[in-house]
């Protein structure tokens, strides 16, 4: 289904697969237009069956233009990873690598995302970055899902730093989601993904979507 469209007019699909009413997955394979080997994971969770129970929800951008572009920011140059509308804080200006626009949800990209999952509620949200190579640990649920990812796909646990982290998109996901103790995190890839790789990732997402 149609979200809505980029700053410079290209769609943003979301498309559902698996059991209708089932435990709530989604995926987004490129929020960084120039990070975006998380396509491939997407395209071989559409592609291959869904385990029963689990109602999967895929997003292959929600950067269309940072794609186009082979640039990190939409079309008005904004670091959608800074334009979550919780804990938003102002970054730099157009031109700046963080920039995080002129407002909270500021971006069409952004308000498509926060409409999506403010409607789905998933049970659990992931979004592919590269190339630090990494999870990040937390607590609870959250840490358990993410600890077991990790385990799953070969990533080492480990926290990223050096940057600023106001409006970021998988903080808001869970907070909006902290109600059902809902799961929302990075994946941050390597520099690159093979095709056996991208299925290991894959094999990953089914198999949290069935343990929860
Ligand atoms: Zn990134």
Do not use: C
């Not at 292959?60 to 990190?72: F, T, V, Y």
């Not at 059902?180 to 994946?187: K, P, Q, R, S």
Request: no cysteine.
């Amino acid at each position: 289904m149609g979200l809505g469209f980029s700053a410079e007019g290209r769609p943003i699909f979301a498309n559902r697969h698996g059991t209708p009413g089932g435990r709530r997955v989604l995926v987004i394979g490129v929020i960084h237009g120039d990070e975006d080997d998380g396509l491939a994971i997407v395209n071989n969770l559409s592609t291959q069956p869904v385990p029963d129970g689990v109602e999967l929800w895929l997003v292959e951008s929600m950067n269309p233009d940072g794609q186009a572009n082979l640039d990190r920011h939409n079309g008005n140059s904004v670091d959608l990873n800074r334009n979550f509308p919780y804990k938003w804080g102002p970054i730099g200006e157009p031109g700046n690598g963080q920039y995080a626009g002129t407002g909270p949800a500021s971006e069409p990209e952004t308000q498509a995302i926060v409409n999506l999952i403010s409607q789905l509620q998933p049970d659990i949200a992931i979004w592919y970055h590269q190339d630090l190579f990494v999870v990040n640990p937390a607590s609870g649920r959250e840490g358990r899902v993410r600890a077991r990812y990790a385990e799953l796909a070969g990533l080492p646990m480990g926290q990223i730093t050096g940057g600023t982290y106001t409006g970021i998109a998988a903080t808001w996901a869970r907070n909006e989601l902290s109600g059902n103790d809902g799961v929302a995190f990075i994946v941050e890839l390597g520099s690159t993904l093979s095709p056996t790789e991208a299925a290991t990732h894959a094999d990953a997402v089914r198999t949290i979507a069935v343990e929860g």
